[in-house]
């Protein structure tokens, strides 16, 4: 049994000065039962050390926002550099163009890019430049898809007024039919449809697109003169070191990112096609620490390691041996498990699992072997992943299932 003592000692303390204790996604109503780590002390690599000094073999990543694995040393190393010439000051350090730069010279469609710190204030910025463009008020997105904090979509009840989400209209993803209806029902009003790769909601397993899914949703903005939006906060960098959609073969007008962009450094970024570059500079768009010279410089680096070590490739081949030997060792052990969506941030699903009470059960035996294994919420493969620390991996998964 691990020791959790300074982990309750923590959570109490939390539940005195912090409401609900913690929040977001490691809120206790969200999170994980007491097995799991639930404050961290320290991580390197794929690995990282809980406060009461257990150590993880993690595969969450910081849930996504590791791409390079933690403290990586290149990017640590550029991020020191910059601190000695400092990090938010007045104007925008020289770094904010680079990057600028690089994405566009990286993002096939892209000929500008704006930067904030978090995904939500710019998936919530992009319907604004959508509005701002099409002089249109609705926005389209997927049933159940997460795009943020803010109102119009955020996942939970509290605070919300019904006007929040009175142009907000949602459709089944994948159901093609049921997105030409809404333009169909609402001719010329549609500003633009928000969608992130492909579906990953928590809670259920991944949905791919259909074939074709992303062609016709291209051509149905295109021909009602809508744009189209795609959300890579949490797929970004994964899929396709160009871009997600380079991954599903088609363009958008906007894309925006965060997780990994900055490996663990706070920001965000969207781009877009030369066509919204007016309307994009009379969106208003600012913030306390946004011109962040240390989270730039660690979104540059992060970036160039993409290109020169072909990291989405490798992390997808990483996550497909992984993803396949944890499936094979399921099976030895007569259970179902199928590693859903892409492999390099697969989600894991028992057959015939609704209540995830096969999965939940799973996670929390792994969890007392060391690794980090989410239940409910999709994995992230970092390129620190190597062979030997996926196979001590699937060794401790042995381990699990015998216990299962
Ligand atoms: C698809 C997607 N969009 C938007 C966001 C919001 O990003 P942030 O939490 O950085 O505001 C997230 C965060 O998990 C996400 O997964």
Redesign the pocket.
Known sequence: MKSRIQSDSLSLRASKVIPGGTY??VSPATNLPRDFAHFCNKASGVTFEDVDGNEWIDFMCA??AVLHGYQNEEIENAVNEQRKYGSVFNHPHEVTVALAEKLIEIIDFASWAVFAK????L?TWSIRVAREYTNRPLIVKAKG?????DAWCDPGLGGRIESDRADIIEFEWNDLNQLEDIFQNNTDQVAGVIL?PYH?AAFAPSVMPKEDFWLNVREICSSNGSLLIL?D???GWRLHEGGSHRHFDFAPDLS?Y??ALGNGYAI?ACVGIDELKNAASDVFLTGSCWNDAVAMRAALTSLSICQSKRVAESVMAKGRFFCDELEKLSSEFNFKLQMTGPASMPYPWFEGDENLYQIQKFCKLASKQGLFFHPHHNWFISDAHDQQSIEQSLNLARKAFEEM
Request: hydrophobic fraction near 15%; charge should be neutral; proline fraction near 0%.
């Open positions: 977001g996604h849930y996504g978090n995904g939500s204030d998936t898809a997460y795009h943020g904090v992130t990953h959300d906060v949490r797929t925006v965060s997780k965000s």
